[in-house]
């Protein structure tokens, strides 16, 4: 009916067909595949450096303990253990009562000596930072300085703290010192500051210095004893405890 038959295609013809079809769908796979890992290796090994959080290693030494009136150096160890630089790095630190500042390997930017501006930090980089200072107190006491390290890493615009607190025991005491002055004190205003010295031991103290630093803008206008460039240099018996006595005036607004 209707005309001649049309030429049927053998099957191993038509399965080679598919075969050939399936094939070339699998090689575009493959290589969507190859072309999405290169795509992927590329941006994990070209993109900038991402901050890691919790990057920076502080570690704050010194002596155990100390006898009173000694001087004593506390070391400060500190690295950025992070994938990017640190822009600004500073150092705040809680000194306890009793705690006189010496000097350090570099200069605090207070004045006060509380807080040293450390500049920027690269990754991987370890520095180091020296103060020294005497500390006074009690036989037995326990003084605790406190260290804050704060950094602002690159492209972000917040800042992160580690902080260690580090104890002294006052294994002997040598000295006493009593600082007594007014709490509150207006522009013009002049004030007593009086300091009492006591030796601790069994015999006489030779070859004391004892350094007196007023606060900002205050001007001497008496001082008894008489100080050389600040300083009192002497010898502090038992029984007769050093008293040192300066008139000063704040400075007029």
Same mark, same amino acid.
């Given at each position: 009916?209707?005309?001649?038959?049309?030429?049927?295609?053998?099957?191993?013809?038509?399965?080679?067909?598919?075969?050939?079809?399936?094939?070339?769908?699998?090689?575009?796979?493959?290589?969507?595949?190859?072309?999405?890992?290169?795509?992927?290796?590329?941006?994990?090994?070209?993109?900038?450096?991402?901050?890691?959080? #919790? *990057?920076?290693?502080?570690? +704050?030494? $010194?002596? =155990? !303990?100390? /006898?009173?009136?000694?001087?004593?150096?506390?070391?400060?160890?500190?690295?950025?253990?992070?994938?990017?630089?640190?822009?600004?790095?500073?150092?705040?630190?809680?000194?306890?009562?009793?705690?006189?500042?010496?000097?350090?390997?570099?200069?605090?930017?207070?004045?006060?000596?509380?807080?040293?501006?450390?500049?920027?930090?690269?990754?991987?980089?370890?520095?180091?930072?020296?103060?020294?200072?005497?500390?006074?107190?009690?036989?037995?006491?326990?003084?605790?300085?406190?260290?804050?390290?704060?950094?602002?890493?690159?492209?972000?615009?917040?800042?992160?703290?580690?902080?260690?607190?580090?104890?002294?025991?006052?294994? #002997? *005491?040598?000295?006493?010192? +009593?600082? $007594?002055? =007014? !709490?509150? /004190?207006?522009?013009?205003?002049?004030?007593?500051?009086?300091?009492?010295?006591?030796?601790?031991?069994?015999?006489?103290?030779?070859?004391?210095?004892?350094?007196?630093?007023?606060?900002?803008?205050?001007?001497?206008?008496?001082?008894?004893?008489?100080?050389?460039?600040?300083?009192?240099?002497?010898?502090?018996?038992?029984?007769?405890?050093?008293?040192?006595?300066?008139?000063?005036?704040?400075?007029?607004?």
């Amino acid at each position: 009916y209707g005309g001649p038959k049309k030429p049927r295609v053998p099957d191993e013809y038509r399965t080679l067909e598919r075969g050939r079809s399936h094939s070339w769908g699998f090689l575009i796979f493959l290589f969507l595949l190859f072309a999405a890992t290169v795509s992927g290796f590329y941006y994990w090994n070209n993109r900038p450096p991402q901050f890691q959080g #919790d *990057s920076v290693k502080l570690r +704050v030494t $010194t002596d =155990s !303990e100390i /006898v009173s009136g000694n001087e004593l150096t506390y070391l400060v160890e500190y690295e950025n253990q992070d994938f990017v630089a640190f822009k600004t790095v500073e150092l705040d630190v809680q000194w306890p009562d009793g705690f006189y500042y010496n000097e350090s390997s570099e200069s605090p930017t207070s004045e006060t000596a509380t807080t040293w501006v450390l500049g920027p930090l690269d990754p991987g980089e370890r520095r180091q930072l020296r103060i020294k200072g005497q500390l006074v107190g009690t036989k037995g006491q326990t003084q605790t300085a406190v260290f804050r390290l704060s950094y602002r890493p690159e492209n972000i615009n917040s800042d992160f703290e580690v902080k260690q607190s580090v104890d002294v025991l006052i294994s #002997d *005491s040598q000295i006493d010192v +009593v600082i $007594t002055s =007014s !709490e509150k /004190v207006i522009a013009g205003q002049e004030v007593d500051f009086k300091a009492e010295v006591k030796n601790l031991t069994a015999g006489k103290l030779t070859g004391l210095d004892v350094e007196v630093v007023l606060p900002k803008d205050f001007v001497v206008v008496s001082q008894e004893p008489a100080l050389d460039q600040g300083h009192w240099r002497g010898d502090v018996e038992v029984d007769t405890p050093l008293v040192i006595t300066i008139k000063a005036k704040a400075a007029d607004d």
